[in-house]
């Protein structure tokens, strides 16, 4: 079972753009905020465009970026997080995408 919950409603994508603490990454941007009160656990979008690519490379990076966050997200914290792709970040080898990913988390903690 994954760690996190998956980031569904428009207005939590909207929020995040406007209000998380942005960090940056060559390959990636990542926004991150506090849990709601409600939040039992991590709330985590992973917006991939289709500029990186086509369905099968999209997805295998959104799968790539959700086991990075799992790992992550190990010690149990509770956040909302989005992370926004760029095309370069498809054909990073994992580790380097884990490394800027774990960089980026680092970057942004409160």
């Given at each position: ?30 926004y ?33 970026l ?14 909302r ?28 903690r409160?």
């Open positions: 079972m994954r760690r996190f919950a998956g980031l569904r409603r428009r207005a939590n994508f909207s929020r995040l753009l406007r209000r998380g603490r942005r960090t940056a990454t060559p390959s990636l941007t990542l991150r905020e506090a849990a709601a009160p409600g939040d039992e656990r991590a709330l985590v979008g992973i917006v991939v465009s289709k500029a990186v690519g086509k369905a099968v490379v999209r997805n295998r990076l959104r799968r790539r959700a086991a990075i966050v799992h790992e992550a997200l190990a010690n149990g914290a509770r956040m997080l989005l992370i926004v792709t760029r095309p370069v970040a498809a054909a990073l080898p994992y580790a380097v995408l884990r490394q800027e990913v774990e960089r980026a988390l680092g970057g942004c409160s």
